[in-house]
Every structure is written in structure tokens, then in C-alpha cells.
């Protein structure tokens, strides 16, 4: 059984930084692509940013481009979101999650199979 578990969440000030990690097991980490979602109070929940199975490929949406990076480490079946210059609107539960199929990119909620519980960002202004 997949297991996504996050931690690294917590309180911070604007334009602060923070560094969420993703620990997995289950599966053979290093074929999967994995992905970073948020939900704001309120909002649906949306993709924030992925990486491909080897490391090489990242994909992000547009408002945390060049403030926000996605990384992981197969040796250590974990992924990382370090997330900098922070803003109140960053704030939300943000939730790791990965697709069933192996070698494939996803970067939509609803193609995600496996999401872990979540952690919860707040950025004060």
C-alpha cells in the first residue's frame, strides 16, 4: 500500500521560508512521478508544482515560479518543496500526492491516485 506522509508545515512570516518534505513508501519511489497540490480555506484544491521520477523534469503553475522548489531524493524515497519569499496567499493545507501510473507526469488532481494527509502553511503578513 502507498503511503505519502508530510511534514515541514508551520507558521511563518511574510516572505519567510519553508521546506516541506514527503516521505513515501509502497511502491519503487524512483518510477513515480510525484506532485505538490494546496488548498486555501474555502478554495479547491490546486496543483502547485511536480517533478518527473528522476529528477530532471519540474513543472510549476505560475504563481510560485521562482519562488518555490520541488526536488526529491530516490535514495531516500522522499520529495521536497522548498518554498521562499512566502505570502500570505501561500497560505493552505499543502498535500503531496502521486499517479498510479509509473513514468507519467501529473499535474491535475484528479489524475492523482495517492495523496498523503497534508500539512498546514500559514503566512502572516
Known amino acids: 500500500q502507498v503511503q505519502l506522509v508530510e511534514s515541514g508545515g508551520g507558521l511563518v512570516q511574510a516572505g519567510g521560508s519553508l521546506r516541506l518534505s514527503c516521505a513515501a513508501s509502497?511502491?519503487?519511489?524512483?518510477?513515480?512521478?510525484m506532485g505538490w497540490f494546496r488548498q486555501a480555506p474555502g478554495k479547491e484544491r490546486e496543483f502547485v508544482a511536480a517533478?518527473?521520477?528522476?529528477?530532471?523534469?519540474?513543472y510549476y503553475t505560475d504563481s510560485v515560479k521562482g519562488r518555490f522548489t520541488i526536488s526529491r531524493d530516490n535514495a531516500k524515497n522522499t520529495v521536497y518543496l522548498q518554498m521562499n519569499s512566502l505570502k500570505p496567499e501561500d497560505t493552505a493545507v499543502y498535500y503531496c500526492?502521486?499517479?498510479?501510473?509509473?513514468?507519467?507526469?501529473?499535474?491535475?488532481?484528479?489524475?492523482?491516485?495517492?495523496w498523503g494527509k497534508g500539512t498546514l502553511v500559514t503566512v502572516s503578513s
Open positions: 517533478i518527473n521520477w528522476s529528477g530532471d523534469s519540474t
Open positions: 509502497g511502491r519503487t519511489f524512483s518510477n513515480y512521478a
Open positions: 500526492a502521486a499517479p498510479s501510473r509509473a513514468r507519467s507526469v501529473v499535474v491535475s488532481t484528479a489524475g492523482m491516485q495517492y
